[in-house]
């Protein structure tokens, strides 16, 4: 299948920081990509939909401001984390689309990101 | 009601035995269905897409009752490895297309 590769993996950084996440599509293009944040014992929660050349789709509650996604070419996008605070310690998970016909999308995932903010 | 809601869990069973997970959505303009098997700190990984006829994939096999909103996935002779997370997925329905990932239910097999 598709390989979506994210990076870094874990991130340790003191607050007010800001941290940059990567996502890339490693062997096709990913017009769409999804950003997610997943508490622990909580579900995966969508924060944004991240489309190529255009501005992210954020979802209600997420603030725009703090969470820039940034989706530049076909093959990356980025969440940076603004000044971040120990509230936003979570792990932080991409996934690219893939379109196999009608009805048929499947999500690819990178590896997830584990943000500790001290 | 919540998009999509799965049993709480967690599920201990001893090897070999049967486990049924069960789902439930609440948007039944949803098209697309699916689980996946997350393991601890990782990423969801694709375990299988849910048809209307039902499908099977080894031991596994997943149903889909559109008239009541309702996904199972059905595990025979489970093993070690089996042990996770199994998260019922569900297409929005809306234009984007968005997935949404019920909480998932835990899973432990046992020796």
């Known amino acids: 299948g598709a390989v979506v590769s994210q990076h870094p993996s874990r991130v340790i950084c003191k607050s007010g920081t800001s941290v940059k996440i990567e996502c890339r599509s490693l062997?096709?293009?990913?017009?769409?990509m999804f950003w997610y944040r997943q508490f622990p014992k909580q579900s995966l929660m969508l924060m944004a939909t991240?489309?190529?050349?255009?501005?992210?789709?954020?979802e209600q509650g997420v603030e725009k401001d703090k969470f820039l996604i940034n989706h530049a070419s076909l093959t990356l996008s980025t969440l940076t984390v603004t000044s971040a605070h120990p509230e936003d310690s979570s792990f932080y998970i991409c996934?690219?689309?893939?379109?196999?016909?009608?009805?048929?999308?499947?999500?690819?995932f990178g590896s997830g990101t584990q943000l500790s903010v001290l | 009601r919540k998009e999509v809601e799965q049993d709480p869990g967690p599920f201990n069973v001893p090897e070999g035995a049967t486990v049924a997970f069960n789902c439930t959505y609440s948007?039944?303009?949803?098209?697309?269905f699916f689980w996946y098997r997350q393991d601890c700190r990782k990423e969801p990984k694709l375990l299988m897409s849910?048809?209307?006829s039902g499908n099977e994939d080894g031991r596994f096999t997943a149903q889909l009752n559109r008239a009541s909103q309702y996904i199972s996935l059905l595990i025979r002779d489970s093993k070690l490895s089996d042990s996770a997370t199994y998260l019922c997925v569900v297409n929005s329905g809306g234009s984007q297309g968005n997935l949404i990932f019920g909480k998932g239910t835990k899973l432990s097999v046992k020796p």
């Open positions: 849910v048809y209307s």
């Open positions: 996934s690219a689309r893939v379109d196999e016909g009608a009805h048929n999308e499947k999500l690819f």
């Open positions: 062997d096709f293009q990913a017009t769409t």
């Open positions: 948007n039944s303009a949803s098209q697309s």
């Open positions: 991240s489309n190529e050349g255009s501005k992210a789709t954020y």
